[in-house]
């Protein structure tokens, strides 16, 4: 019985929402640098300074308490461009803006450093760094981006990048019999049906999201891996057309039990083309990637 006929056969039951944790922020270095050569002070006009309203639009916290959410605010400002190059960020002043310790705020900035947003230079002082420098593929930046003014172009390069990846992807995992995933893949389509039926979006994206890196992982190749961050990203992330499963939907629902058909059955071509039509654009955004090609 194919992936999918099993899924639509099986009585609806319970579905666990917690597949998976987002983990905490890692430490990082960071040299404190002196205030020297000071310009003047950030514009915090409209700043909105209550910390545990940060960050609840996205998908996922990156880390926990006021260290978190000072992270998610000020990465924010910084892609949104409320936070330029022409200002220091000195964190006495960002300590007493959103009222937290010094601590918190050093910490905060080794994250965004880590994350190529800024650097602290002796006699300069820590500053905004230009969009060349950061990292474009670290999953809050995607998200912060695909949030700020430049939705539109993030969305666009997310959409092309998984075309690049996930096709071929899908391919090489064709070509692994690891049978724990390849049973994890098909536990995670049961799980987006039940989900579907129970009209459980959020249950339904995170199992979504999950059949996703799993496939990347089950691809053998630990560059591609290296990029599973990307595709669970563009997953959570909204606000627009989207390639893929923008929504639950039957068909989204259809298209990836062809992929765990395929997969099971050693089909690396069914897998790719199955993978494709996944990811065929909506007429709106027809522009962003070529139609799959019959084969």
Same mark, same amino acid.
């Given at each position: 019985?194919?992936?999918?006929?099993?899924?639509?056969?099986? !009585?609806?039951?319970?579905?666990?929402?917690?597949?998976?944790?987002?983990?905490?922020?890692?430490?990082?270095?960071?040299?404190?640098?002196?205030? !020297?050569?000071?310009?003047?002070?950030?514009?915090?006009?409209?700043?909105?300074?209550?910390?545990?309203?940060?960050?609840?639009?996205?998908?996922?916290?990156?880390?926990?308490?006021?260290?978190?959410?000072?992270?998610?605010?000020?990465?924010?400002?910084?892609?949104?461009?409320?936070?330029?190059?022409?200002?220091?960020?000195?964190?006495?002043?960002?300590?007493?803006?959103?009222?937290?310790?010094?601590?918190?705020?050093?910490?905060?900035?080794?994250?965004?450093?880590?994350?190529?947003?800024?650097?602290?230079?002796?006699?300069?002082?820590?500053?905004?760094?230009?969009?060349?420098?950061?990292?474009?593929?670290?999953?809050?930046?995607?998200?912060?981006?695909?949030?700020?003014?430049?939705?539109?172009?993030?969305?666009?390069?997310?959409?092309?990048?998984?075309?690049?990846?996930?096709?071929?992807?899908?391919?090489?995992?064709?070509?692994?019999?690891?049978?724990?995933?390849?049973?994890?893949?098909?536990?995670?389509?049961?799980?987006?049906?039940?989900?579907?039926?129970?009209?459980?979006?959020?249950?339904?994206?995170?199992?979504?999201?999950?059949?996703?890196?799993?496939?990347?992982?089950?691809?053998?190749?630990?560059?591609?891996?290296?990029?599973?961050?990307?595709?669970? !990203?563009?997953?959570?992330?909204?606000?627009?057309?989207?390639?893929?499963?923008?929504?639950?939907?039957?068909?989204?629902?259809?298209?990836?039990?062809?992929?765990?058909? !395929?997969?099971?059955?050693?089909?690396?071509?069914?897998?790719?083309?199955?993978?494709?039509?996944?990811?065929?654009?909506?007429?709106?955004?027809?522009?962003?990637?070529?139609?799959?090609?019959?084969?």
């Amino acid at each position: 019985m194919s992936t999918l006929a099993h899924t639509m056969m099986t !009585a609806a039951r319970p579905v666990e929402s917690g597949l998976g944790a987002p983990g905490d922020l890692d430490r990082y270095p960071y040299a404190e640098a002196p205030g !020297a050569g000071r310009v003047g002070p950030p514009s915090w006009e409209g700043v909105d300074t209550d910390l545990g309203r940060v960050g609840r639009r996205s998908a996922g916290s990156r880390g926990r308490g006021l260290h978190g959410q000072l992270v998610q605010q000020l990465g924010q400002m910084i892609v949104s461009g409320d936070l330029g190059a022409d200002r220091p960020l000195v964190p006495e002043e960002i300590g007493q803006r959103f009222e937290v310790s010094r601590t918190v705020v050093r910490e905060s900035l080794r994250v965004l450093e880590a994350k190529g947003l800024v650097s602290a230079r002796p006699n300069v002082g820590t500053r905004v760094r230009p969009v060349s420098d950061w990292n474009l593929l670290d999953p809050d930046i995607i998200e912060w981006r695909a949030f700020g003014p430049q939705r539109d172009d993030q969305r666009r390069e997310l959409n092309e990048l998984r075309w690049t990846i996930e096709p071929l992807a899908a391919r090489l995992a064709a070509g692994h019999g690891r049978e724990d995933v390849q049973q994890r893949l098909a536990d995670m389509v049961e799980i987006m049906g039940h989900a579907y039926a129970q009209g459980d979006a959020i249950t339904f994206s995170r199992a979504d999201t999950e059949f996703h890196s799993l496939l990347i992982q089950l691809a053998g190749n630990r560059m591609l891996e290296h990029l599973s961050g990307i595709v669970g !990203a563009a997953l959570q992330v909204s606000g627009g057309p989207v390639t893929g499963c923008d929504r639950p939907s039957e068909a989204c629902l259809g298209h990836h039990a062809r992929i765990a058909d !395929a997969l099971a059955a050693g089909d690396a071509q069914g897998a790719e083309a199955a993978m494709r039509q996944l990811l065929t654009v909506h007429p709106e955004v027809e522009r962003v990637v070529p139609a799959p090609r019959e084969h």
